[in-house]
């Protein structure tokens, strides 16, 4: 598994995450690289994507087949699983195994997020998230980036199967709705996880929050199911290991 922590491209790390990549690890019986990314403000969303694939090319390099690899992420890190999951595809190259996100950025337009009744947020007032969404969106004309995209509104025909997890009561409720709306609408598999009452992030909080702990069990769950490894995998990478020592 490959992971990508949250943190609104601007701040958290390997570190604020250990503890819930390490659960995550145990629950799907998988290695995970996580992935310290660059972030804001001297780095883009487009940097984390690239910083993403070339941990997938370490994975590769060590024996792991994409068919191996689930691209996880939670809130910001859920959109940059996203996003290099449909930079996979837009380069021709074969998709990863899945894609599981905790409560994550899907739009990066603000406007349709604020109509919602659960945009009132505690964490992140109305303006911060309109401010937000227009310095991401002046990223895509800067110096940083290329142009980036909202996954909601990519080609998603050809995605590998994504695995949603989100609060009822925040307010990326709507992007992760949308996300699984879209795709459906583009004949993908998706399943989305609805969890009354809890915080952005919640399985962040895994630590104290028995429903974290639940959230990142069943994302073990999808991450077996998506990732049938073979006894002949098993051992291709083993000698893959080997000869890279």
Not at 180 to 200: E, F, K, N, S
């Amino acid at each position: 598994m490959l992971y990508l922590h949250g943190g609104a491209f601007l701040t958290c790390g390997l570190n604020t995450h250990r503890s819930l990549v390490a659960r995550l690890s145990g629950a799907a019986d998988a290695e995970v690289l996580n992935v310290g990314y660059r972030m804001l403000p001297s780095y883009g969303p487009s940097a984390a994507i690239a910083d993403a694939l070339d941990g997938l090319r370490w994975l590769v390099r060590r024996g792991y087949r994409d068919h191996e690899i689930v691209l996880a992420g939670d809130s910001a890190g859920g959109y940059l699983a996203l996003a290099t999951a449909l930079e996979l595809l837009r380069r021709g190259r074969t998709p990863t195994a899945g894609v599981a996100a905790i409560s994550p950025l899907t739009d990066l337009d603000a406007a349709h997020r604020l109509a919602q009744p659960h945009s009132r947020c505690s964490m992140f007032t109305a303006r911060a998230m309109t401010a937000f969404s227009r310095y991401l969106t002046a990223q895509r004309r800067g110096r940083f980036n290329r142009r980036i995209v909202s996954p909601v509104d990519a080609q998603l025909e050809n995605m590998p199967p994504v695995s949603i997890h989100v609060s009822t009561d925040e307010f990326l409720l709507s992007d992760a709705e949308l996300m699984y709306q879209r795709m459906v609408d583009a004949g993908a598999q998706c399943d989305l996880h609805l969890w009354d009452g809890q915080i952005h992030d919640f399985p962040l909080a895994a630590d104290i929050l028995p429903e974290g702990r639940r959230a990142l069990r069943y994302l073990g769950d999808f991450v077996k199911r998506v990732t049938p490894a073979s006894v002949e995998d098993a051992v291709a990478r083993d000698y893959a290991r080997a000869a890279s020592l």
